[in-house]
């Protein structure tokens, strides 16, 4: 089986997902967010903070080059949501590996993310107006980059998990 790429929204489960799937397979786990922080040892908000948003999205491409040179197999990479958005990354996951897309619906995920405070991009405002207007803006996005799409609504942690391992096993 290839390595196994999660896409998704933030607060679509792909921490949570990528820890269980690497502790059933053994395989090691990346979260692109944990990267980045021991990279630049600082917070992922200080970093948009001081630094600005490019300047993060130019960092988690150069992570994923890393990743990639790093570790050519038994990977699960939990990318932060917004990974998928530049061209050039969405090439890198395909190389990377198998590209699953976490789907959830906006009031599943507004379920989820209430009262987080560690995503900029959520901070000040009404929380489902954001989630509604980024999954406008990257709701393609994320179809395109994805070979497989497992949606998580209504399902426990073990089925998708079940669901990831089957399809990443079938010849694509
Ligand atoms: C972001 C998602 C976050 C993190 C940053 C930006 C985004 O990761 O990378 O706050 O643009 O969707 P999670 O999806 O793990 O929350």
Not at 22 to 49: K, M, N, P, Q
Not at 81 to 97: C, D, H, Q, S, Y
Not at 133 to 157: F, V, W
Request: net charge positive.
């Amino acid at each position: 089986m290839r390595n196994i790429v999660l896409i998704g929204f933030m607060g679509s489960g792909k921490s949570t997902v990528g820890r269980r799937l690497a502790r059933s397979l053994g395989w090691t786990l990346v979260d692109s967010d944990d990267y980045i922080v021991e990279h630049e040892g600082c917070a992922i908000t200080d970093i948009f903070r001081d630094k600005g948003e490019a300047y993060f999205r130019n960092l988690e491409t150069t992570c994923l080059k890393e990743i990639l040179a790093k570790y050519p197999e038994k990977l699960i990479l939990a990318c932060g949501g917004g990974v998928p958005i530049a061209e050039e990354n969405r090439k890198l996951l395909r190389k990377i590996g198998t590209v699953f897309y976490l789907r959830a619906k906006p009031g599943t995920l507004e379920n989820r993310l209430k009262g987080d405070t560690s995503r900029p991009l959520l901070a000040g405002g009404d929380l489902r107006n954001r989630i509604d207007t980024l999954l406008k803006q990257r709701g393609k996005i994320y179809l395109d980059a994805a070979d497989i799409i497992i949606d998580t609504d209504d399902k426990q942690l073990g089925d998708v998990i079940n669901e990831i391992t089957k399809k990443g096993r079938q010849p694509m």
